[in-house]
């Protein structure tokens, strides 16, 4: 509507491929259900009517891997759970992405023990860290427009 | 005479020897009894003494001093309202208890925690595997001499010695 | 760094599932540890015949974070920030679990500003814990809508945590001694208003789903249990409670002054998903009328004990006292030694049984901290409960046991 109103009867857009395909990629981007601990409660507080993840294009979380693309890790690792969590990122066709949320899965957290893994990067490759214990709703989405910007600024020929 | 001073009481006049000591901290009483009693003792209390709710069942390591564990039981009673402590002391080479799942069906995951956390086996357990760490591991992490699995921090002064040690998943 | 690990086999499990299993007659199906209805990580090895459940194995632990062998490397009041991310939605009924047993074994006394504030909060935590659970609880059912409702309700509360403490969820704000520090000005205004306009809006939930022929029909006669059988597999809190025994750790052993407040204890008959539903709502409704009991009554005071061998001065006496220089070097170096000598404090906890069981060495760390969690002794009943039933009335039974895994694996 803004476009055509702007440059009359045109009827043609210009632009790059590699525009149309990163901005569509953040404009929907499907995150996976992988709340773990606190973490997850706040998430479910960013999807709720407060903190509006929908208007990202985040209505709701798929828990089937194959039908995502984001992985929001959020909670802490353990090492019970980390070859659950591998398995899972393998299943994900890409383009995928990984925001590791709160403390625990970016560096250990409070936890500095036998049992947590320090870190989901030890496990997976992330994109953007969001950190806080647990970070706000607010964070999350900021972090998560932090991963869009980096989407966007994202090359064909990386992935091409 | 007190619910609980009855309770003992009653230990004392069933169990004999085996009641080893009575301790009363902080209006909290425990009971201190021989290992193989303790199955005994429960059924006792279970059936008259009205304590009958297992409230939690634990362990505690006191390597290297001999006993090495103490099991805790605390048992509750409804209709009385109060709290009762029984403790048991077992030795490392013999760590083994008799099961208190035939007395409250209840402790079936609690001994299995206990085995898992600290290696001390049941008998008589109808499933005694681990529970909370994954089912091929090694050792029982809540005893003494397991190390706490400490990973050395990293701060600004040795983030890039870390850095280079630090197994970052690439794909 | 990944360790392999080598799946359970079903020889190791063959005790637990029935014959038909090993024939292939039923099958065996993984219900994983991320799922959408499971509550956090909890796996579930199910054998189905057709849609019904033959048994139903648990499988926890894939939250375990190591918190009680963690708590012995720290001093007492340091270890009190764990206690926040056990029971991730209970953090200040957590906080007050482990700060009555230290107090209870230091032999430590609490102003009474403190006890009231301490019950208003928890009582506040109470509620807002109970609106996840309506929440996820409709979620798994299908009613979206009370999802988006509830949450938006609990952002009262833990406007008011924000207030108080400055963080929305792990506040940490109970100390040995009272609290972390007094509640600002606005908060009794805060408060006031929160306890006029939720009355109305449990009333909305009640509307949605009580009287609701699809809600009833999905959770009336769902997951029975009775009360002897509740008592001897330990079930605690409102699972309890449904089912007819009416026992309240409020009540019964009364802490930080719940005696003076005057409160019911709903109580259901069958013991199955909807009773428990309805005793929860009930307990919302009890808890507002304690936090205005407890509004009303506020006492003046200080809000910290002023013993100043466990609790640290405050700064502006540092720059005239030396005993405060010499007290707040000493706890803040070493910690405050606690005696050789064990206690089990317990509260209620909305999902149950909290206890902790605490043992001094005489030195400034604990020995031995353990928690008796109410979720751990809630799942042990999963494969009883559940006998029987099609996989969506399971998925209806866990979400009315109230499980929170960080609570159960701790």
Redesign the interface.
């Known amino acids: 509507m803004g476009i055509e109103s702007k440059l009359g009867n045109l009827g043609i857009v210009t632009t790059t491929l590699e525009q149309v395909v990163n901005w569509s990629r953040t404009r929907a981007m499907w995150p996976m ?6 973490c ?3 998430m ?2 960013a999807q ?3 903190y509006d993840m929908s208007r990202f294009g985040m209505e709701l ?1 798929r ?1 089937s891997p194959r039908q995502s693309d984001l992985m929001i890790v959020a ?2 690792v ?7 969590l ?1 398995r ?1 990122y393998d299943q994900m066709p890409d383009p995928k992405w990984v925001v590791a949320m709160g403390d625990c899965c970016s560096c250990g957290g ?7 893994v320090p870190g989901v990067d ?2 997976v490759p992330v994109d953007v860290y969001v950190a806080g ?2 970070p ?1 709703p607010e964070g999350l989405i900021h972090g998560i427009l932090t991963l869009h910007e980096k989407v966007m600024g994202e090359k064909i020929k990386d992935y091409a | 005479m007190s619910v609980v001073e009855k309770a003992v009481n009653l230990l004392r006049d069933r169990l004999g020897e085996d009641v080893q000591e009575v301790i009363t ?2 209006d ?1 009483t ?1 009971v201190v009894l021989e290992s193989s009693a303790i199955v005994n003792a429960c059924t006792l209390l279970r059936d008259h003494a009205e304590f ?5 069942l ?1 362990a ?2 006191y390597w290297p001093e001999e006993p090495r564990f103490k099991i ?1 039981y ?1 048992l ?1 009673s ?1 209709p009385q ?1 109060v ?1 009762l ?1 029984l403790n048991v002391f077992i030795s490392s080479e013999d760590a083994e208890l008799p099961t208190m799942e035939t007395v ?3 402790a ?3 001994e299995r ?1 206990i085995f898992d956390m600290f290696g001390i086996s049941f008998e008589g357990h ?2 005694l ?8 591991w090694q050792g029982h ?2 005893r003494k001499d397991y190390p ?3 990973e050395e921090v990293q701060f600004t002064f040795n983030f890039d010695e870390i850095d280079r040690r630090k ?1 970052y998943a690439k794909e | ?6 799946d ?1 086999t079903v020889d ?1 499990l063959r ?2 599932i029935s014959d038909r299993a090993l024939t292939g007659e039923t099958m065996l199906l993984n219900m ?5 209805s499971t509550h ?2 909890l796996r579930l090895l199910l054998e189905l015949d057709g849609e019904r459940i033959i048994s139903c194995i648990p499988d ?11 708590m012995e ?1 720290k001093t007492y009041e340091k270890a009190l ?2 206690t926040d ?1 056990m029971d ?2 209970n953090n200040l009924g957590n906080n007050l679990c482990y700060v009555l047993a230290i107090e ?2 230091v ?1 430590l006394d609490v102003p009474d500003r403190a006890k009231v504030i301490r019950v208003i909060l928890a009582e506040l935590q109470r509620i807002s814990s109970h609106l ?1 659970f309506l ?1 996820t609880h409709a979620l798994d059912i299908g009613a979206m809508s009370v ?2 409702y509830c ?2 309700e ?2 009262l509360i ?1 406007d008011i945590f924000e207030m108080c403490s400055g963080a ?3 506040t940490s704000f109970f100390r040995p001694g009272g609290l972390w520090r007094d509640i600002p000005d606005g908060f009794e205004a805060v408060v006031r208003d929160f306890l006029n306009a939720f009355p109305k809006r449990i009333k909305q939930y009640e509307d949605l789903l009580t009287n609701n022929p699809l809600y009833v029909e999905r959770t009336k006669m769902i997951g029975p249990i009775s009360g002897e059988d509740a ?4 079930l ?1 809190g409102p699972p309890l409670r449904a089912a007819g ?1 009416a ?1 309240d750790l409020r009540k ?2 009364p802490y930080s002054g719940y005696e003076q407040y005057d409160f019911e204890i709903p109580t259901g008959t069958n013991g199955d998903v909807y009773d428990r539903y309805i005793v929860r709502i009930n307990e919302m409704r009890q808890s507002l009328r304690i936090i205005e009991q407890a509004l009303n009554n506020l006492p003046g005071g200080p809000v910290r004990s002023d013993n100043r061998k466990f609790v640290p001065p405050p700064r502006a006496e540092l720059g005239t006292s030396m005993e405060a220089v010499i007290h707040h070097f000493k706890l803040w170096t070493e910690g405050f030694p606690a005696p050789k ?4 404090v ?1 509260v209620e906890s909305p999902r149950g ?1 909290l ?1 902790c ?1 605490l ?1 001094g060495d005489g030195g400034p760390k604990p ?2 901290v ?1 928690f ?1 969690t109410p979720s ?2 809630v ?2 009943t999963l494969p009883m409960m559940s006998e029987g039933f099609l996989v969506a009335d399971l998925v209806a039974i866990i979400s009315s046991l109230d499980p929170v ?2 609570d159960s ?1 701790r």
């Open positions: 259900l992988f709340g773990l601990a606190c997850a409660i706040e479910m507080a709720s009517a407060d979380m828990a909670g802490r353990t090492r019970k759970m980390a070859p659950v591998r899972l409070v936890f500095n023990n036998y049992a947590v030890e496990i214990c647990p706000r | 901290f902080r909290q425990t009958d709710f297992l409230a939690a634990t505690v390591d805790v605390q509750y409804l309202k709290f402590g409250f069906p209840n079936n995951w609690h925690e109808s499933d595997r681990r529970i909370i760490m994954p089912h091929d992490p809540l706490l699995g400490y197994p | 760094m990944l360790q392999e690990q080598t359970i190791e005790h637990l994983g540890p991320q799922h959408p956090g990580v926890i632990g894939f939250l375990h974070t190591g918190i009680e062998k963690n490397a920030v764990m991310r991730y939605l209870k074994l032999d996840v929440a999802f988006l949450f938006r609990r952002e833990l929305r969820m792990m008592l001897r597999w330990g605690s025994v026992w019964s052993n000598a064990s206690v089990y317990a049984e206890g069981y043992e020995y031995r353990h008796r751990f002794a799942l042990q895994l960080g694996d």
